[in-house]
């Protein structure tokens, strides 16, 4: 009987009612054709209906072979060397040499997958090699070659096998994956997979296998740096060990083949958190040096600790004086040390910005802060001061984001009015992030101004052009939408453009008058600084911001010095927005009061708890700033402003003083019994709170895989269960996800979490019962560099076991792997074509049966005429 199948058999059901349709037009047709030439027309209709109705139903013809379909899985990765690459070339053309009527293809892998390929032509190898010696290979090639995923390799190899061949796997490997489960895809699989295992490098290579330091020690108590360092070779290494970025030791060792444990003995004074480095350099023989160094974290948990940011460290001294009485530890440092890497910021508790403008600020630098408080926990206090809040040009900054007060504050009704002229270079050098960030620069300053406030916007390129006219800042739908207008392009003549500045405010009623200036290049000449005297005689000031190093920043500043403005040179111009901010503010006059205040207690609070607030003294001056809506107002001025306000921002918490805490406005407090109780009160609501007490949390990785495990009991030592446990987790580049930790044992709770790029991954876990947090405790993670670069023998004892489970075969011939074992499969012929041919002949035949009148040509129509006679 011929095996037969049909694919769609529901298509079987159009046979009959098409017959009858047929045969209905056959017994009503007024055809004069002999009677057996229509029936015979009949008959082939119904067999082009059944053929095309077989072909619709997929009928197909199953005939058993057992003609292989042999998948090569070759490893590409780095830890496999030249002589394994050219062991794999070897094997693929004995097996291409051999496989007669069986087909077969190779299927490149590491850390991505490759395209399967079934030619092997001897030219196009050699070319291929030729192509290796002399092309270096791109980023892209090399990180996807930092890797290997053989669990994916099998399961895109299984794929590949098209139907009607019985298929088999062959793996070529050192077996060292560093992604997937290659013994569970084994064992899904039902393709038997032979293994054969290369040689590992041969080349010499020394590498840092690893720098292990415990999870947490006490505040000075002496630990050791481990090093793991593997070699395959004895050599000679100067070994050195860096704290963040601080060498602390430096040392010859002779090192022998395999393994070398080396130990160094530290310990930690103030850090918090602190980032261990282990690098080897001066190697006789090496081939590898990204392997050359790796990393660990370690906290220490002893007295809290506060970073205080400050233009002039000196002026904040007594600050930390009073704080470190308090067992506040405080370090200062000047707005260039604003940390701008989170392992840096994690070893404090608190942060304090005082007196810093934000132009002196990266972007970067600024979300670590906000990653810091909203993920981490961490606290963020701001003092005020002539650089601060407002007039430091915080206005729609990120770190404004954090606060609990905005500096877009409402001036009071007998402040000056201001009339301000944004005079914006939009020449063809201003093309992209420039004009874009000049046109939010704009709407930030228009915004920022008052009812009674003026404000025009002129372009300058070879020409002057007024984008918005002089008008009231009220409007700041239509100067928003006359602002969107700039477009760049076009020379730099700066001259008339600041001419009509002068012009326009000249005619302006406004009592303070004010000219912003931006350019990044030289312009045409001009008489500037004489026109900058003028401007200055009329008691209009003039502020000059520089944009790159193409500027003429000489001219620039003469400018803002004879304009009695101020003048700024910026790289970054998302910086832009931020200076046109600050000049909005302080040219307005209006964001500082300078009259003595006695401070008044809006909010009882344990903060203020022991502080005799109604005997505090005058503080002499505060930054104007209002609330945000969900803010708590704990101090406010006399005139109801806030000067003490806080609120809590994601896991952290974030205050305003917006008076100081130094000389200028908190000379008086300073001498006040009070005052380093005050302060380390407020820091203490603020900072970060670690309680990690009833908690122990273990980090591990395995591949690209970290393991988080955490066991939690409560104060009588019993199991913690039945809580919620939560982990945000930052990554390198400041990504960050939340994660619920599921319990798996009594008080145990593990998570799982890929790690892709290399740095720190930072990791804030609490334990809540409720809505309350009991524990919290933070962890980190570092990742150096790939597990494919590292010394490791051939894994024989997973490719055996891949085999093994899979039915295959351990380090086979290729006279084995083309050998048939008697299975058998299904190869499926489609009919259709041959179906449709005989349907499309008969179709033709049948054509000519309805229009040819046969009966001419019959010889029994000769026999017929005398019967029809008689």
Request: glycine residues 8%; aromatic residues 8%; contains cysteine.
């Amino acid at each position: 009987m011929i095996p037969l199948e049909f694919i769609r058999p529901w298509f079987l059901l159009f046979a009959l009612p098409l017959a009858a349709v047929v045969i209905y037009y056959y017994l009503h047709s007024l055809s004069d054709f002999p009677r057996r030439q229509r029936m015979v027309s009949l008959g082939t209709r119904l067999v082009v209906i059944v053929l095309l109705v077989l072909a619709l139903s997929g009928l197909t013809l199953l005939r058993s072979t057992d003609e292989l379909f042999v998948v090569f899985v070759t490893d590409q990765s780095l830890s496999v060397g030249e002589e394994a690459q050219a062991a794999t070339q070897k094997f693929l053309h004995e097996a291409w040499d051999q496989k007669g009527h069986h087909r077969a293809a190779w299927l490149p892998f590491s850390k991505t997958i490759g395209r399967l390929q079934e030619d092997l032509p001897e030219e196009k190898q050699a070319n291929d090699e030729e192509e290796k010696t002399t092309a270096e290979p791109s980023a892209e090639e090399k990180a996807a070659q930092e890797g290997t995923n053989l669990a994916a390799a099998i399961e895109a190899a299984a794929g590949h096998v098209p139907p009607g061949y019985v298929p088999r796997i062959v793996v070529l490997s050192d077996g060292n994956e560093t992604g997937g489960d290659a013994l569970a895809a084994a064992a899904q699989s039902d393709i038997a997979i032979d293994t054969i295992a290369l040689p590992g490098r041969s080349d010499p290579e020394v590498q840092v296998s690893a720098v292990n330091v415990p999870a947490e020690i006490q505040e000075g108590a002496p630990f050791y740096v481990e090093t793991v360092i593997h070699s395959n070779h004895e050599d000679e290494a100067l070994i050195e060990i860096f704290r963040g970025d601080h060498k602390v030791v430096s040392e010859k060792k002779k090192l022998t083949a395999g393994e070398n444990r080396l130990q160094f003995q530290q310990s930690i004074e103030r850090d918090k958190l602190a980032v261990y480095t282990a690098r080897i350099s001066g190697l006789k023989e090496d081939t590898l040096l990204d392997n050359n160094s790796d990393s660990g974290l370690v906290y220490s948990s002893g007295k809290p600790r506060v970073l205080i940011i400050e233009s002039d460290p000196s002026l904040i001294r007594d600050l930390v004086y009073a704080l470190e009485d308090e067992g506040i530890q405080a370090d200062t440092r000047p707005p260039q040390g604003m940390p701008d890497t989170l392992a840096d910021l994690q070893n404090y508790e608190c942060m304090i910005v005082s007196n810093v403008p934000a132009t002196d600020l990266t972007g970067q630098q600024m979300r670590i802060a906000r990653t810091y408080v909203q993920d981490l926990g961490g606290g963020f206090i701001m003092l005020g001061g002539e650089q601060s809040f407002g007039l430091g040009g915080y206005y729609k900054t990120v770190l404004e984001e954090i606060l609990p007060v905005r500096s877009d504050f409402e001036k009071e009704k007998e402040k000056p009015s201001l009339g301000m002229v944004l005079v914006i270079d939009k020449s063809g050098s201003m093309n992209g992030d420039k004009i874009e960030m000049a046109k939010s620069a704009a709407r930030a300053a228009a915004e920022i101004l008052g009812r009674r406030d003026q404000v025009a916007v002129l372009a300058f390129d070879g020409s002057t052009f007024v984008i918005s006219e002089m008008q009231t800042a009220d409007n700041k739908a239509r100067i928003s939408s006359d602002i969107g207008r700039l477009d760049a392009g076009g020379g730099t003549n700066m001259y008339p453009a600041m001419e009509m500045a002068y012009q326009m405010l000249n005619t302006t009623p406004a009592k303070l008058k004010h000219v912003i200036l931006l350019t990044d290049g030289v312009s045409q000449a001009g008489d500037f600084v004489g026109l900058a005297q003028t401007m200055a005689s009329a008691k209009m000031t003039v502020s000059t911001v520089a944009i790159g190093d193409g500027s003429d920043t000489e001219l620039l500043d003469s400018i803002a010095r004879t304009g009695r403005g101020r003048h700024y040179v910026t790289n970054d111009p998302t910086q832009i927005p931020q200076i046109f901010a600050k000049e909005t503010v302080t040219a307005s006059k209006s964001a500082i009061d300078e009259q003595p205040f006695i401070p008044q207690v809006i909010r009882a609070t344990h903060a203020l708890a022991d502080i005799d607030m109604d005997n505090a003294p005058f503080l002499l001056g505060y930054v104007m700033t209002r609330p945000k809506p969900t803010s708590e107002v704990i101090l406010a001025t006399e005139k109801g402003d806030p000067l003490l306000a806080w609120w809590r921002y994601g896991l952290g918490m974030t205050a305003a003083f917006t008076s100081d805490a130094k000389t200028r406005w908190a000379a008086e407090w300073m001498t006040w019994p009070g005052y380093g109780k005050f302060w380390t009160q407020v820091i203490r609501q603020t900072m970060r709170k670690g309680d990690a007490r009833g908690i122990q949390v273990a980090v591990d990785r395995q591949g690209d895989i970290a393991h988080v495990a955490v066991d939690a009991v409560n104060e009588a030592g019993q199991f913690l269960n039945d809580a919620t446990v939560e982990a945000t987790i930052i990554q390198p580049g400041l990504k960050q996800e939340k994660q619920t930790l599921v319990q798996t044992a009594p008080g145990r709770y593990a998570m799982q979490f890929p790690t892709p790029r290399q740095g720190a991954y930072h990791l804030e876990i609490s334990v809540k019962q409720g809505d309350n947090v009991v524990y919290r405790q933070s962890r980190g993670l570092m990742i150096g560099y790939s597990d494919e670069l590292r010394i490791r023998p051939p894994n024989e004892e997973l490719l055996q076991a891949v085999a093994s489970t899979s039915g295959g075969k351990f380090a086979p011939s290729v006279e084995e792997v083309f050998r048939t074992t008697g299975q058998v499969t299904t190869r499926p012929t489609p009919l259709w074509p041959w179906l449709l041919g005989a349907a499309a002949f008969l179709l033709i035949l049948d054509v000519a049966l309805r229009r040819i009148d046969f009966s001419l040509f019959y010889p029994f129509n000769q026999v017929k005429a005398p019967a029809n006679a008689a």
